[in-house]
C-alpha cells in the first residue's frame, strides 16, 4: 500500500508542473480504481479524456469506471468515442456489445457484435454472444 501511495504522491506533484498533464491524470485515474476510490478516479480519468480525445484507451477505460458507477449514458458515449477512434477494438466492441445487451437494445448490440464475429471468427464466446442477440432480435409469437 505504501508503495501506491507514495506513486499517487508523485503524480499529483507531477500534474502540477508538467504543461501536459493528460497522461498523469489518465495514470492517477487508473491508480486510484486500483485502489476502489472510483468517484476520484473518474474525476482523473474526465480529465485524461479531455486532455487526450484522440486516445481510445483513455475513452474506453473511463467509459468502463463510469458503467461501474451506475453512469450508463455517460459510459456509452466515451465507449462511442473510444470506437470512433479505434473501430476494431475488441474490448471497446464488447463493451459496447454488453452495455447495450444489458439494456435489452437488441438492434444497436447486433452490429457491435457481428463485427467481433468478423474480427474473431474462431471465438466461441463471441459466437455464442451473437446467436444470443441474433434470437433476441426475432420477434416471438405471442399466441401460445
Do not use: C
Amino acid at each position: 500500500m505504501g508503495r501506491k501511495n507514495e506513486a499517487e504522491k508523485i503524480l499529483r506533484q507531477a500534474i502540477q508542473f508538467t504543461k501536459e498533464p493528460g497522461v498523469l491524470y489518465y495514470s492517477l485515474g487508473l491508480l486510484l480504481a486500483e485502489q476502489q476510490r472510483l468517484q476520484e478516479a473518474v474525476v482523473h480519468l474526465a480529465k485524461a479524456a479531455a486532455l487526450m480525445p484522440n486516445h481510445s484507451r483513455v475513452h474506453y477505460n473511463h467509459g468502463l469506471l463510469l458503467q461501474h458507477l451506475g453512469k450508463t449514458s455517460q459510459a456509452k458515449t466515451a465507449f462511442l468515442k473510444a470506437y470512433q477512434l479505434n473501430t476494431n477494438d475488441q474490448s471497446t466492441l464488447r463493451a459496447l456489445t454488453i452495455l447495450h445487451i444489458q439494456q435489452h437494445q437488441w438492434e444497436k448490440a447486433y452490429p457491435y457484435a457481428k463485427q467481433l464475429n468478423r474480427l474473431y471468427p474462431y471465438s466461441p464466446e463471441i459466437y455464442r454472444m451473437l446467436k444470443y442477440i441474433q434470437n433476441q432480435r426475432i420477434p416471438h409469437d405471442s399466441k401460445h
